[in-house]
């Protein structure tokens, strides 16, 4: 974990996204996890892969950073293969989920007090 970030098994690139990678346990390998725009993608992408990569760690999931966020077709033992591409769906989805959830800078309020999401389309810039 690099200094400054909350989570574990990830680190933040100069540029501002978040890569995370696992060494192959019996082998100096390191697997690559993939770079992502949210830490929390690339923490859930370390989880799974450590939780798979390691049979023996599995059962002490307080080292995992979200421990109830595992996906169901995980399982210890994996192919560091598939470890790969579990680890590398499951955080781009994180990521999608981010991508689409409205930060706080795209909501306002209505006249009404209301809080509402701003959606901006074409239509609404034709004459």
Not at 9 to 26: A, D, L, T
Not at 56 to 69: D, I, Q, R
């Amino acid at each position: 974990m690099s200094f400054g970030a909350k989570y574990r098994g990830i680190r933040k690139r100069k540029w501002g996204k978040w890569v995370s990678e696992i060494r192959v346990p019996g082998s100096s390998e390191r697997l690559w996890l993939g770079t992502y725009t949210s830490p929390e993608a690339a923490a859930i992408a370390h989880d799974i892969a450590y939780y798979c990569l390691r049979p023996e760690s599995s059962s002490s999931l307080h080292k995992l950073n979200f421990p109830s966020m595992l996906p169901p077709n995980v399982q210890p033992g994996m192919s560091p293969t598939s470890v790969q591409k579990v680890a590398s769906d499951a955080a781009m989805a994180i990521d999608a989920q981010f991508l689409t959830t409205p930060t706080p800078a795209q909501k306002h309020v209505d006249n009404y007090g209301q809080n509402q999401d701003l959606n901006i389309s074409v239509e609404d810039y034709q004459y």
